[in-house]
């Protein structure tokens, strides 16, 4: 990994970073103000989702209200958390391979005396460092949320809440790299970024419509989302060790494939 390059990308992208940062800081601390008003009427809330088809809630995630963890895991870790890291996935992994290719600055940075792969190395580390951060603002905020503004009186299990962390963090390492590696193999932004774009919200709307109805339910298994299940850590599930190890490996795998690739690949001049 080259530590200067590092440090000047870390440089151009940390103020999107951190706005993405904030703004989940600032979402999870608002679902843990509105708590407390939900928690008086959680018996009714419940029998609303019980009403519901099945696929509806296992679609959103919605495992209960009897906890904050779970009523955040439905209402923000289920859908919120994992549009806005969609996004940053693949607009970061973009911006960092395609777009230096497509305007020519990748050329300038190979005239370095570095070489492609410390050049791909550091680019992967830059957007892992970019997930961790907003990962990191989201985990804090939510330990501050229950110390602020949730007594005693309210159930809240530091440890599930961890582990959805965890699993959220996991889950974007591996969709993270797949844009990683779309971006690594081509020459222009716009392409990379649709493809990328078309990938992960494809391996969404799979696991989604799965979730839906059990005719379809062989959907999910076509998505690595299928491996994140926040509903069920949340609901005190047993620890998610396969789902973890796999998004793991698919993330390597993909960082590793795309340091390689691009090592290879001719580039524009």
Do not use: H
């Not at 870390?10 to 989940?24: H, T, W």
């Not at 009403?51 to 009897?66: C, E, I, K, N, W």
């Amino acid at each position: 990994m080259s530590v200067a390059l590092y440090k000047q990308m870390m440089r151009v992208n940390l103020k999107g970073i951190l706005n993405y940062a904030f703004g989940s800081a600032f979402y999870i601390l608002l679902m843990f103000w509105l708590y407390p008003g939900i928690a008086q009427n959680t018996a009714a809330l419940d029998d609303i989702v019980a009403t519901m088809p099945a696929g509806v809630g296992r679609a959103f995630s919605l495992s209960g209200f009897d906890s904050a963890e779970a009523f955040i895991s439905g209402e923000y870790y289920g859908l919120i958390l994992v549009l806005i890291l969609a996004i940053v996935s693949v607009q970061l992994s973009t911006q960092l391979m395609a777009r230096l290719v497509d305007r020519g600055a990748m050329a300038y940075l190979l005239s370095t005396p570095t070489t492609r792969v410390r050049i791909a190395l550091t680019q992967a580390c830059v957007l892992v460092s970019g997930l961790l951060i907003i990962m990191g603002a989201t985990t804090l905020a939510g330990f501050a949320g229950k110390a602020w503004l949730l007594s005693d009186r309210y159930a809240f299990d530091a440890g599930s809440f961890a582990v959805l962390n965890a699993a959220a963090f996991l889950l974007f390492f591996a969709v993270g790299g797949i844009a990683f590696l779309v971006s690594a193999v081509s020459n222009d932004e716009k392409k990379a970024l649709g493809i990328s774009g078309l990938i992960v919200f494809g391996f969404y709307s799979l696991d989604l419509l799965g979730k839906l109805a059990d005719s379809i339910a062989w959907m999910r298994d076509l998505s690595i989302f299928s491996l994140y299940r926040p509903g069920e850590i949340a609901g005190g599930g047993a620890f998610p060790a396969l789902g973890f190890a796999l998004l793991a490996a698919i993330g390597l795998a993909s960082f590793a494939a795309a340091t390689a690739l691009f090592k290879r690949r001719d580039l524009p001049l």
